[in-house]
């Protein structure tokens, strides 16, 4: 079938079967590798992008149930070359280590953030428990996101600047 | 990689459309709101079905509205938008406890309170909530739609009286005065779910006594409220002794079974420790409602 969504301001369709989650249409049809697969069981949160600027799990959604909907993975984070403050906070706080749940847990942030502009630390637990980092990097992760909430309209790195 | 076996996938535009894609796609047809239940069964082939028939576009069933007796809630209504309701706080903050600590906020956005009790896992905790405040489902068939009790609604684990052609549409508090509700839960770590849990609600009188109350359990071995449990409550004081009493009895009411979660002593210890909990939170709450 015909699965038409906005993906990080573009129109997209591609053809393909109703079977087909979300998070394999954005890493396979679309060549969105910057959204993690992880346990496939909804349990660990890697795959987490933002539909209609809500954390879900795409993991557990069909490309389908998305069709018309507005999707943001971590590639449509930054704005041209500069990081979103998020992205920044990550960076700035040592935010990741092997940086498998780390897309999730920017989208997550940012979707708190855009809610929640000032969030005290145990909100932006909350907000992170339904993810897993595998390095148990918690305590960084959250300081990251405080960084980001402490610098809404942060002089963000250009992207070339970003270590490869 | 887990992936559905192959279904054929349609989008319900109202609910009367939704009644008819069902008639017409037959009995391996089925509902799909958040998905965070079928699409899991689907991936580990407990569940096979020919079509999948997608009702988050159904508008009419998103709506959380205030009657003065009674407060209605759509059957699309995720539990992030009950959990972010201040009406729902307000007269039922048993809903609010629980939704805290169903699965995770990001699997909040997605589930919906029509699924999770169409679902009817037996460690479910929306079904006891429903149980304790005496909710009423209704369920939208060809021929109309019909107003069912808990009691007749939940029939079991995993099986409820919606059938296979009909749709749960929505569920209706009651809105009585004077009343306090609270739930607890006990889990191994964040968003598993219960390895027992405890909800009740208390109704008082103008007297200071107990008009009425219920009390239910999640994870314990208990179809519908520990209803003798309730009754000693009835027409009597509040004290700690009488909240021990009924947790006694509730812990009595229990059949827990030893799985990974914990042993059948534990989980009997835990009956009667969180509906003492929550008898005496329920209270507090009767005595001091939230402001409006």
């Known amino acids: 079938m015909q699965v038409t969504m906005t993906v990080n301001g573009t129109e997209v369709t591609r053809d393909v079967e109703p079977r087909i989650l979300l998070v394999h249409y954005l890493r396979e049809s679309l060549g969105l590798t910057g959204t993690h697969w992880g346990c496939d069981t909804s349990n660990c949160g890697t795959c987490v992008v933002l539909v209609d600027g809500e954390p879900v799990k795409s993991c557990t959604q069909l490309a389908a149930m998305t069709a018309g909907h507005e999707v943001t993975t971590v590639e449509g984070m930054a704005d041209g070359a500069t990081l979103d403050p998020v992205q920044q906070g990550f960076m700035e706080e040592h935010g990741l280590q092997c940086g498998f749940c780390t897309p999730g847990m920017m989208l997550t942030a940012r979707a708190l953030l855009d809610r929640n502009p000032d969030p005290a630390e145990d909100e932006i637990r909350e907000a992170i428990s339904g993810q897993i980092c595998r390095c148990t990097g918690y305590a960084t992760i959250v300081r990251s996101v405080q960084w980001a909430a402490a610098h809404p309209a942060a002089e963000g790195t250009t992207a070339s600047e970003v270590p490869a | ?292």
Not at chain 2, 172 to 190: D, H, I, L, N, T
């Open chain 2, 1 to 292: 990689m887990q992936v559905p076996a192959p279904f054929d996938y349609v989008r319900a535009t109202s609910v009367a459309n939704a009644l008819e894609l069902l008639e017409r796609h037959g009995p391996e047809a089925r509902v799909i709101a958040g998905g965070h239940s079928l699409l899991p069964m689907m991936k580990l082939r407990l569940a096979r079905p020919d079509w999948i028939i997608d009702i988050n576009d159904v508008a009419e069933l998103h709506a959380l509205t205030e009657e003065p007796d009674e407060l209605r809630v759509g059957a699309l209504t995720r539990h992030a938008e009950l959990l972010d309701s201040d009406v729902v706080g307000r007269l039922f903050p048993i809903i609010h406890d629980a939704e805290r600590v169903i699965a995770d906020p990001v699997v909040r956005n997605r589930g919906t309170i029509g699924g999770s009790l169409g679902q009817a896992d037996p460690a479910e905790d929306l079904t006891t909530v429903c149980d304790v405040l005496h909710a009423r489902i209704v369920i939208a068939s060809p021929g109309g739609e019909r107003v069912v009790d808990m009691a007749d609604f939940h029939r079991g684990p995993y099986e409820t009286a919606c059938e296979q052609h009909e749709l749960i549409t929505e569920i209706r508090f009651p809105v009585r005065p004077r009343a306090g509700s609270a739930y607890e839960k006990v889990e191994r770590r964040v968003g598993d779910w219960a390895v027992a849990a405890a909800g009740a609600a208390l109704w008082m009188a103008e007297d200071g006594t107990v008009a009425d109350a219920t009390i239910g359990l999640t994870a314990l071995g208990l179809e519908g409220p520990a209803v003798e449990a309730a009754a000693v409550l009835i027409g009597e004081r509040p004290s700690e002794d009488l909240f021990a009493e009924a947790a006694d009895l509730a812990a009595a009411a229990s059949s827990p079974i030893e799985d990974q979660r914990g042993p059948v002593d534990y989980k009997r210890h835990l009956a009667a420790e969180l509906t003492r909990r929550v008898l005496g939170r329920a209270l507090d709450r009767a005595a001091h409602p939230a402001v409006a």
